[in-house]
């Protein structure tokens, strides 16, 4: 009875082991048949052994079956050549539709799942992201402040309907909240289109404008990636700081987290400092040195004579105000002019003991002390980088050069002035309002300042305004002498030899690009390059020149120079440096000279 039973049970058992089987398999041939998933088996000479119907809808009614891939799709047969050996799936696009797509390598399938449908809802949602802008009309006051009430009305008008019409054409949201001032409100995917077209508005009202003889500039912040409004609004304002800070005539674009991208500020921008804005700096200078019980000054690395020029100039501010400053330097890391300089401070004591090094200056700080950045506002190039961590909280940035997204946290005072020459111009307009009863400025100092103008102007034909002449000026009264200033700017006959073998190398791109490169291993002094990309653009048709060189601390150095017909700081923005329109350097680490030299031709030719 017993072994009846258990051979029913046995007979049952494979009944149903054999059933299921069966329903297994057919479920595997339904589902390769079936399923909405594209599947192609193909042979080692590649071609096609077998295609389920699904995919087989892709290709009509063409017959397929033993013929090349490459006869039947090149499109498809390319796609799987790229990604015959990569793991996992891939999102590819096959004609007009997009796909999953996997390779088994070892039984020659290839598997596509369509996914046009959700890569659709996915761009729609990528495309309707919330875009906030602020706009700002940036010499709205100055061009005004001379016109008729007529002529106001017509320049807000013509503006305004400018404006209007471009919110209109891209669908966006346009409100303006003050004489100077307008909301916008967008999309992401229009926010696109507008870096397609790099905000052509820029240049059409500016245009526009300058044939009426009323040039004005917009400023833009734009921010976006982020649900919460509020702080779009906020951080969009942030850029428009950023905008303004750079020298205006431009759009700053950013997301909460990511890096920031520009757009415009091809013209140097407008003069719009003035002397009550100096008094003020000024003022608050005094005021911030009494708060402090000393003052440490410091310039950016490897200092040129306008870093070292401002730094003496705010020793001597501060002394005036009867407070204790210190320079700090690295005194093993200086330009030919500079140690010029320090050669001739040997005989003012008073004023070669208060140049100490970082270390020194770690041991002198307190909580009270103030940190004053001069002709920089990178954290990053500042001479003394820990001194600036330990200070983090007293930081007064005065500069020349347009702000980049590097900036100090949380500086007290900000003095940044892009139509300015010079840091030494800027603070030699502060002299005049200091005690007339303290030790004025002295001839060193005066002569120190006054070079470092003459370097950063080119011996006063770039960037030169009246309020730079008249800061040579006072400097000339208060005792500068030119004649040491040539003493110190004169270049040594191995870097004569130097800038001459640099010039030699030069290439020109297109018509009015000059660019050389030194040799592969050969290190070169960063004043020689600068030097030689200065004397490059004085050759007929030149409007931008390039000087790529290895220093010596190994990394690859490029200085950049134009006569303002090309923004190079924008194009050295691009491979993380800065500067101003016409005169702006990098630094690049781990790259070789010609690797280098790759990189910058790439990004003139997207420029261009």
């Not at 793991?87 to 290839?110: N, S, Y």
């Not at 916008?184 to 077209?197: F, H, I, N, R, W």
């Not at 100490?356 to 920089?376: F, G, P, Y």
């Not at 270049?491 to 030069?506: C, K």
Request: proline letters at 2%.
């Amino acid at each position: 009875m017993a072994f009846f039973t258990l051979k029913e049970i046995t007979e049952d058992t494979n009944e149903y082991i054999s059933d299921l089987s069966y329903r297994i398999k057919r479920g595997e041939q339904e589902s390769l048949i079936k399923m909405p998933i594209g599947i192609l088996f193909l042979s080692e000479k590649d071609e096609i052994e077998w295609i389920n119907p699904y995919l087989q809808k892709y290709f009509g009614k063409n017959e397929v079956l033993g013929k090349k891939i490459a006869d039947v799709d090149e499109e498809l047969a390319s796609l799987i050549k790229e990604n015959y050996k990569k793991k996992g799936p891939l999102e590819v696009a096959w004609g007009e539709h997009r796909f999953q797509m996997l390779i088994q390598t070892d039984i020659h399938a290839v598997y596509l799942m369509d996914i046009t449908r959700y890569a659709e809802i996915e761009q729609h949602d990528q495309n309707t992201g919330m875009v906030v802008g602020q706009i700002f009309l940036d010499n709205y006051d100055e061009v005004t402040q001379t016109m008729t009430d007529k002529k106001v009305s017509n320049l807000s008008n013509y503006v305004t309907n400018e404006l209007s019409n471009w919110a209109r054409r891209f669908k966006m949201y346009l409100k303006r909240v003050d004489d100077d001032h307008f909301f916008v409100v967008a999309y992401t995917g229009v926010l696109k289109q507008l870096e397609d077209e790099k905000f052509k508005i820029l240049d059409r009202i500016r245009e526009r404008t300058s044939k009426q003889n009323f040039p004005l500039t917009l400023s833009i912040g734009i921010a976006y990636e982020d649900d919460n409004l509020a702080a779009l609004a906020r951080l969009a304002q942030s850029n428009l700081d950023l905008a303004l800070g750079r020298g205006g005539d431009q759009v700053v674009v950013k997301t909460p987290n990511g890096q920031a991208r520009f757009y415009g500020g091809k013209t140097n921008p407008m003069e719009k400092r003035t002397r009550v804005r100096a008094r003020m700096i000024s003022q608050a200078l005094q005021e911030l040195m009494s708060q402090a019980d000393q003052v440490f000054v410091m310039g950016h690395k490897q200092p040129d004579m306008d870093s070292v020029g401002a730094c003496l100039g705010i020793r001597r501010i501060a002394a005036m105000n009867k407070k204790k400053c210190w320079i700090v330097l690295d005194k093993d890391n200086l330009h030919s002019d500079v140690q010029r300089l320090m050669e001739e401070l040997e005989q003012y004591p008073d004023i070669k003991g208060k140049i100490i090094s970082t270390e020194e200056a770690l041991e002198k700080t307190t909580e009270q002390s103030l940190l004053i950045m001069v002709d920089h506002s990178k954290p990053s190039i500042s001479a003394s980088k820990e001194l600036y961590t330990k200070l983090i909280n007293r930081v007064m940035v005065i500069d020349h050069h347009r702000r980049g997204e590097e900036f100090p946290e949380n500086p007290v005072l900000v003095y940044i002035e892009p139509y300015a020459s010079s840091t030494c111009e800027l603070i030699t307009e502060m002299f005049e309002y200091q005690s007339k009863e303290s030790e004025p400025i002295n001839k060193i100092e005066a002569t120190a300042m006054l070079t470092g103008i003459i370097v950063d102007t080119r011996s006063f034909s770039l960037r030169t305004g009246t309020r730079t002449f008249d800061a040579a000026s006072y400097l000339r009264s208060v005792g500068a002498d030119s004649v040491i200033a040539q003493h110190f700017m004169k270049e040594n006959a191995d870097s004569f030899l130097q800038r001459n073998h640099l010039i030699d190398r030069v290439e020109f791109i297109g018509d009015h690009i000059a660019l050389c490169a030194g040799e592969a291993n050969k290190v070169y002094d960063p004043v020689t390059a600068a030097q030689a990309a200065d004397a490059l653009l004085t050759v007929s048709g030149v409007e931008a020149s390039f000087v790529i060189t290895q220093r010596r601390d190994g990394k690859i150095g490029i200085s950049a120079r134009s006569n303002g017909k090309v923004n190079v700081q924008v194009v050295m923005e691009r491979l993380g440096g800065g500067g101003h329109l016409s005169n702006a350097a990098t630094q690049l680490e781990n790259v070789l000279v010609n690797e280098a030299r790759e990189q910058l031709l790439d990004i003139l030719k997207k420029e261009n």
